[in-house]
């Protein structure tokens, strides 16, 4: 069993900058695949980025691509995503997930993972 808790979450103007945490508890972080997803209102979940149990291997949506960043500490079995350069359009709920190893790994789609946080709100104002 993996639970996950985000924060990190609020309410930051256009160019702004917030970091999300995803805490692990029941399983070290760097034994499984963590991914970021977010909701909008109205629409489908959708891939944000996400990083590898072997090694920093990221991934990246291409509409946060340069602008976020996923990290990861093994000492605090956090996952982090630094999120710069803020947009109205990355208002959304924002998710973590945990998928554990296997043979095959998609890192963006959504029914590869095993776990989910409960979400943390974020919204940019214009």
């Known amino acids: 069993q993996v639970q996950l808790v985000e924060s990190g979450g609020g309410l930051v103007e256009t160019g702004g900058s917030l970091r999300l945490s995803c805490a692990a508890s029941g399983r070290a972080s760097s034994s499984y695949g963590t991914g970021w997803f977010r909701q909008a209102p109205g629409k489908e979940r959708e891939f944000v980025a996400a990083i590898h149990w072997i090694g920093r291997a990221s991934y990246y949506a291409d509409s946060v691509k340069g602008r976020f960043t996923i990290s990861r500490d093994n000492a605090k079995n956090t996952v982090y995503l630094q999120m710069n350069s803020l947009q109205p359009e990355d208002t959304a709920v924002y998710y973590c997930?945990?998928?554990?190893?296997?043979?095959?790994?998609?890192?963006?789609?959504?029914?590869?993972?095993?776990?989910w946080g409960q979400g943390t709100q974020v919204t940019v104002s214009s």
């Open positions: 997930a945990a998928h554990l190893p296997s043979s095959r790994y998609d890192p963006k789609a959504s029914y590869e993972y095993d776990y």
